[in-house]
C-alpha cells in the first residue's frame, strides 16, 4: 500500500491470484535501454524496483488471454 494513503477496501492476498487492480510491491519491472535504436546490435536490460498496479482484465488474466500484463506505476 502506498504510505499515506488509506484503501478501506484493500486487503493483503496470500496465495498467488492475481486481478486488476492488484497493488505488487517493490516489483522488478524491465527497462531495455537502446531498444528503439535501430543501430543498435545490443540492448541493456537494467530492473528497476517500483510499485505498481495490475490494469489488465481479470478475466483476460484467468482465461490466459494475456501474454504480458498491462502495469502502472504507483507515484
Known amino acids: 500500500m502506498v504510505e499515506g494513503t488509506s484503501y ?3 486487503t493483503v492476498i496470500q ?3 492475481l ?3 492488484d497493488i505488487l510491491q517493490n516489483f522488478e519491472v524491465p527497462e531495455i535501454i ?3 535504436n535501430p543501430d543498435a546490435e545490443d540492448y541493456d536490460v537494467v530492473l528497476q524496483t517500483m ?3 495490475v490494469l489488465t482484465q481479470s478475466c483476460d488474466i484467468e ?3 494475456s501474454r504480458s500484463l498491462v502495469l ?4
Open 8 to 10: 478501506p477496501w484493500f
Open 15 to 17: 496465495d498467488h491470484s
Open 19 to 21: 486481478e486488476q487492480g
Open 34 to 36: 537502446q531498444a528503439f
Open 51 to 53: 510499485d505498481v498496479v
Open 63 to 65: 482465461q490466459g488471454k
Open 72 to 75: 502502472c506505476p504507483l507515484s
